[in-house]
């Protein structure tokens, strides 16, 4: 049995109908006849459109951001003003490149990641890597893996080709173990844990590398290496990095910003920074 | 359509987009990434090209592309797991189920007290098809195509809202005054209207 009161009747129909200026064809001369019985009822149709008007007033308080509402501009603007305006910043982060004597220097980039995106890609990122469960027991019981050769090995068995990830036990780093994991959008990653050595200025630190096929959904280009910004305070301090390169995509995260860097430098990660 | 003529059109509406994604996601980073996801789509040359207001304007449009996009998250976030836990509060992420969680901890502060409880005192699917008519001006049969829902659903729910968040302000005096009302122009409740009903 329905509710009642979401059946109108033909009066509160015809008379909504006539505050929301709705009236399908034919109807004006229906709500003439009626008022005409029931001239009160002008009284409820202005009653409903000052009620749409309060809520309406009531409701509509939130305003964009304005950083938001630039982006958003921004966005539209013609495509060859946006080329000019990303070769200028690429022109200006180079100079600072040589200023500083740096290996990475970096830019604005004017793309976007996809709604769950850069929030929801940071948050997983900067998590993750305390959450999940990895081991090197998990990791033999799983992969038949214990090293971290073994386990770029498995790579190719496992995406169906053979990611070019570089050595990074001789930086410094230990190999923890791996596992299958969904980044954001993705239906298969790998998860490579590591941890910094002892005696190492890292050490103890994690560091987590994650490798997936590229599917294209990512706003990035090859030759490039890209620093996911948190916009949240929370997770400022972790290095969050990714690249792409013949069909896969690479992340690198830490806390620790030293150890993040170097295992860009082995891992293989291109040199040109840019920002995400 | 032309292309600056569109931006223009699609920028004017970026209030009532950021809106309805901060009613969907609750999150003002996700809303942020929401509405440039939104635009991201909806500035690309070949959407342009395409665009045709079907079922209403360019806000009704753009709300659409918002909804869908909020929806494509959600089924995403089946497969993800955790990502979104806290925002499917274990519902079932139905498109009314997700709208559900709206009013446990909605920001209400900015909203005027008594339609506040009025309305948060609304289901779900009801509350979103009010604020869509309320808020940003949809028409019925905008707010069917936003919510790809039928028209008649979106009128039984309207009718449903209004009549009680008529209802409850009736019973409130200060109510009737703060909305300049006079107690004779009474609403169509449902509760008066059988009585009343020519």
């Not at chain 1, 409820?44 to 951001?65: M, T």
């Not at chain 2, 809303?31 to 500035?43: G, I, R, S």
């Amino acid at each position: 049995m329905k509710n009642p009161d979401s059946l109108p009747s033909e009066r509160s129909r015809l008379l909504r109908a006539a505050a929301d200026d709705e009236l399908l064809a034919g109807e004006r001369a229906a709500l003439d006849a009626h008022l005409a019985r029931r001239p009160d009822d002008r009284a409820v149709i202005e009653f409903e459109r000052k009620l749409r008007d309060g809520l309406a007033h009531s409701f509509s308080g939130s305003q964009v951001p304005a950083a938001l509402e630039q982006r958003i501009r921004a966005l539209g603007a013609p495509p060859r003003h946006r080329l000019l305006r990303r070769i200028a910043w690429l022109a200006a982060a180079a100079a600072l490149l040589v200023a500083a004597g740096i290996t990475y220097h970096s830019a604005t980039r004017a793309d976007e990641i996809g709604f769950y995106g850069r929030a929801t890609l940071v948050r997983f990122l900067a998590t993750h890597p305390h959450d999940c469960p990895i081991s090197i027991e998990r990791t033999l019981a799983e992969f038949n893996v214990e090293a971290y050769d073994d386990a770029l090995s498995s790579l190719g068995n496992l995406l169906g080709d053979a990611p070019a990830l570089g050595d990074l036990t001789d930086a410094g780093f230990e190999f923890r173990g791996m596992g299958r994991c969904g980044i954001p959008g993705h239906e298969l990653s790998i998860h490579i844990q590591l941890v910094g050595a002892a005696g190492s200025t890292f050490e103890g630190d994690k560091l987590s590398i994650y490798v997936q096929r590229d599917d294209g959904r990512l706003p990035i280009t090859d030759g490039a290496t890209y620093r996911l910004q948190p916009k949240t305070l929370r997770f400022a301090d972790v290095g969050m990095y990714l690249w792409r390169r013949e069909g896969f995509d690479y992340f690198v995260v830490s806390e620790n910003p030293e150890a993040a860097i170097i295992a860009l430098r082995r891992a293989g990660a291109p040199a040109e920074l840019l920002m995400l | 359509m032309d292309r600056t003529r569109f931006l223009e059109l699609a920028t004017a509406e970026v209030n009532a987009v950021y809106r309805f994604a901060l009613r969907l996601t609750r999150d003002a980073h996700r809303a942020e990434d929401l509405v440039q996801d939104v635009y991201t789509q909806a500035l690309r040359p070949e959407r342009i090209a395409a665009f045709e207001p079907r079922g209403g304007g360019i806000r009704a449009w753009l709300l659409r592309v918002t909804y869908r996009s909020f929806l494509s998250m959600i089924e995403r976030s089946r497969r993800d797991g955790a990502i979104f836990r806290e925002l499917l509060d274990g519902d079932d992420a139905a498109p009314e189920a997700v709208s559900a969680t709206l009013a446990a901890d909605f920001d209400w502060e900015s909203v005027d007290g008594r339609l506040k409880v009025a309305v948060a005192h609304l289901d779900a699917g009801s509350r979103e098809v009010l604020l869509l008519w309320a808020v940003e001006h949809l028409q019925y049969h905008e707010i069917a195509s936003v919510l790809d829902i039928p028209i008649g659903t979106v009128m039984s729910r309207l009718h449903r809202a209004r009549s009680r968040v008529s209802k409850e302000l009736l019973t409130d005096p200060g109510a009737i005054e703060d909305l300049g009302l006079r107690p004779a122009q009474s609403p169509l409740s449902g509760s008066r209207e059988g009585k009343r009903s020519s």
